[in-house]
Structures are given as C-alpha cells and as structure tokens.
C-alpha cells in the first residue's frame, strides 16, 4: 500500500512539475512577444525567430504528453518516462537559452 501511495505521489509531483513549467514558457513567450525584447539586428532576428520556434516545439510537445497523461496512456512510475524526461530538459535548454538571448540583447554587437 505504502509503495502504491510513493508512486501516486511522485506521478502528482511530475505533473505539476510540468505544469509549473508550461507556466512559465508561457510567460516567456508573452515576455518575448512584448516590444521590450524586439531585436535590432539581423543575427538578434535569427536568434529571436529560433527561440520562438523552440517555444512553440515545446508547446505541441507539451500538449501531447498532457494528452496522453489524461488518457492514462502515459506510465508515470518512478518518474522513468522518455516524453516527459524530454519534456522535463527541453524546458531547461529553452530557459537557458532565453536567457542568453536576453543578456545578447544588452551587449553591442
């Protein structure tokens, strides 16, 4: 019984974990769409443009794994799941490359 309550638990922390994550690409796409962080060069462009594209790939991802996870397609058990291991560093590699974009933006070329 106790084993079947840890694994529930961890399968809750894993989803508001990528919940929590969501969130927060969700603000920094709202964060790069503001006029604030518009480029002014053309390799600041491209690097905008990736970046957006990187958001919107984590997005569709994002929405699969929430779809299967609510069609109970997804195992969750000991957190050892490929999609939402991806999920989980496809976010850290967004994070940090938004935060290089945002430092480039204070530097001159």
Not at 19 to 47: A, D, G, H, V
Not at 76 to 87: A, F, I, P, R, S
Request: hydrophobic residues 30%; proline residues 3%.
């Amino acid at each position: 019984m106790n084993h079947i309550t840890q694994n529930s638990v961890e399968e809750q922390e894993l989803l508001v974990r990528v919940e929590r994550n969501n969130r927060m690409i969700q603000r920094l796409s709202e964060k790069l769409s503001s006029y604030t962080y518009e480029p002014k060069c053309p390799q600041r462009f491209e690097k905008f443009y990736e970046l957006n594209k990187s958001i919107q790939n984590y997005k569709d991802l994002q929405k699969r794994v929430m779809s299967k996870i609510r069609q109970r397609k997804l195992d969750l058990k000991d957190g050892q799941n490929k999609d939402v291991e991806h999920l989980l560093q496809l976010f850290k590699k967004l994070e940090s490359d938004f935060a290089s974009y945002l430092f480039d933006l204070d530097r001159p070329l």
